[in-house]
């Protein structure tokens, strides 16, 4: 498929995904979601990619959905909308590739529920965070209401959303909504450091770790930790660990099989 609102770069096993309609400030329409869809399932199958960074063309990461494409669209429409977006969250969310959310501006809307689908989100000094949903007479309509209060807690996501109030990126961080915050200048550089950093480490191990920690979330203690014995035991499956310990003791950098996930 070609990408007409989107540009990828692939570089040294990172890919870098940039959301381009800068005119409409990013906000994400249908053929938006397609290409999105197509472009992480071409990535997920992609070998020489090890980790995947998101952001956004210009002064904003994603300002939303757009509402202008929403705004004729019947209940049937929109319930088959909100269920396409929930579809490619949960794909970037589970797919075995770490994705990083680079983001650059306001992620708001359905830009804030993009970026929380996203392993890391690193932000810019400049950006801000919001689900503004109720001033349109709607609610998040692609996991908002489920992802916001797991990672910042009940009360303050009741805040954010039931107010449609945004919050900044100091805000943000504080209330463990992003890993960190960058001048704006740094926010790609910084990016692609901690996406090479992530990318030395052995592969397979990086997808089953993710797996185990997306599990953790939907089940008990004592189930999370038997799928981490099994995925433990897959480890040695692989050969990374002969290979991570023997670079250890050998004061060495690994060198892992390459295509390896």
């Given at each position: 498929m070609?990408?007409?609102?989107?540009?990828?770069?692939?570089?040294?096993?990172?890919?870098?995904?940039?959301?381009?309609?800068?005119?409409?400030?990013?906000?994400?329409?249908?053929?938006?979601?397609?290409?999105l869809?197509?472009?992480?399932?071409?990535?997920s199958?992609?070998?020489?990619v090890?980790?995947?960074i998101?952001t956004g063309?210009?002064?904003?990461?994603?300002?939303?959905?757009?509402?202008?494409?929403m705004?004729?669209?019947?209940?049937?429409?929109?319930?088959?909308?909100?269920?396409r977006?929930?579809?490619?969250?949960?794909f970037?969310?589970?797919?075995?590739?770490?994705?990083?959310?680079?983001?650059?501006?306001?992620?708001?809307?359905?830009?804030?529920?993009?970026?929380?689908?996203?392993?890391?989100?690193?932000?810019?000094?400049?950006?801000?965070?919001?689900?503004?949903?109720?001033?349109?007479g709607?609610?998040?309509?692609?996991?908002?209401?489920?992802?916001?209060?797991?990672?910042?807690?009940?009360?303050?996501?009741?805040?954010m959303?039931?107010?449609?109030d945004?919050?900044?990126?100091?805000?943000?961080?504080?209330?463990g909504?992003?890993?960190?915050?960058?001048?704006?200048?740094?926010?790609?550089?910084?990016?692609?450091?901690?996406?090479k950093?992530?990318?030395?480490m052995?592969?397979?191990?990086?997808?089953?770790?993710?797996?185990?920690?997306?599990?953790?979330?939907e089940?008990?203690?004592?189930?999370?930790?038997?799928?981490?014995?099994?995925?433990f035991?897959?480890?040695?499956?692989?050969?990374?660990?002969?290979?991570?310990i023997?670079?250890?003791?050998?004061?060495?950098?690994?060198?892992?099989?390459?295509?390896?996930?």
């Amino acid at each position: 498929m070609e990408y007409d609102n989107l540009v990828l770069e692939v570089e040294d096993g990172i890919a870098l995904i940039k959301i381009n309609r800068p005119d409409a400030l990013n906000a994400i329409n249908t053929a938006t979601i397609e290409q999105l869809e197509d472009c992480f399932k071409s990535l997920s199958q992609d070998e020489t990619v090890r980790v995947i960074i998101l952001t956004g063309e210009g002064k904003t990461f994603v300002a939303g959905g757009d509402i202008s494409e929403m705004r004729e669209k019947s209940p049937t429409e929109a319930r088959r909308f909100a269920r396409r977006g929930h579809e490619l969250l949960a794909f970037i969310e589970n797919m075995e590739k770490p994705v990083i959310a680079a983001v650059n501006g306001h992620a708001l809307g359905g830009g804030c529920e993009l970026c929380m689908a996203c392993d890391l989100r690193i932000a810019s000094d400049r950006a801000h965070f919001g689900q503004p949903e109720v001033k349109l007479g709607l609610i998040p309509g692609w996991a908002g209401t489920q992802r916001l209060p797991r990672l910042i807690g009940l009360t303050k996501a009741k805040e954010m959303i039931l107010t449609g109030d945004p919050i900044d990126a100091e805000t943000a961080l504080k209330s463990g909504l992003v890993n960190s915050v960058v001048a704006h200048e740094n926010l790609l550089h910084d990016s692609k450091v901690l996406a090479k950093k992530i990318a030395s480490m052995g592969p397979t191990a990086i997808a089953l770790a993710k797996t185990c920690m997306n599990r953790s979330m939907e089940s008990d203690m004592f189930t999370g930790a038997a799928h981490e014995a099994e995925a433990f035991g897959v480890c040695f499956s692989t050969g990374e660990p002969k290979e991570g310990i023997s670079a250890f003791f050998e004061k060495r950098k690994a060198e892992w099989q390459k295509g390896k996930s």
